[in-house]
C-alpha cells in the first residue's frame, strides 16, 4: 500500500507582495498543484511574489524544478520573487540545487516582506 502525498495551497495579499503559502508534499505528483496556483497569481501582474514552504516537509525535484521555473518567470517578468524556505529538508534541497542564487530565500515571510519592502 503506498502513502498518497497531498500539498494544500494558499494565496493571500499583503502591502508587499502576494504570497502563495504550500503545506505538505512538494514531489512529482503534487507539484502541479503549486505551479497552477502560481502561475494564476503571476497572470494577475503582482507587484511581488512570495512562495512559503514553511509547511512543506519533503521537496522533490518536480518541487525544485517549479521554483526554478517561478524564478525565470518572475525574472522575465520583473517580479520580485521571495522564497521562505527555513526546514531543513527544503533549505537543503535549495541550496543544493544552488536556487538560492535564482532568488531571495528567507526564514519567515515577515523577512520576505521586510526583504520587499527594502527593495522599493
Not at 518567470?73 to 537543503?92: F, H, I, M, N, Q
Amino acid at each position: 500500500m503506498t502513502e498518497e502525498r497531498t500539498l494544500t495551497v494558499r494565496v493571500r495579499t499583503t502591502p508587499e507582495a502576494v504570497v502563495v503559502a504550500a503545506a505538505g508534499d512538494l514531489d512529482l505528483a503534487t507539484a502541479p498543484v503549486l505551479r497552477a496556483q502560481a502561475g494564476e497569481v503571476l497572470a494577475d501582474g503582482p507587484g511581488a511574489l512570495i512562495v512559503d514552504l514553511d509547511g512543506i516537509g519533503f521537496c522533490g525535484s518536480a518541487g525544485l524544478q517549479v521554483l526554478a521555473e517561478l524564478a525565470a518567470r518572475t525574472s522575465e517578468d520583473g517580479v520580485p520573487l521571495a522564497v521562505v524556505a527555513d526546514r531543513y529538508p527544503v533549505l537543503r534541497a535549495v541550496r543544493l540545487s544552488r536556487l538560492d542564487e535564482a532568488f531571495a530565500v528567507h526564514a519567515t515571510v515577515e523577512d520576505a516582506r521586510a526583504w520587499i519592502r527594502d527593495r522599493r
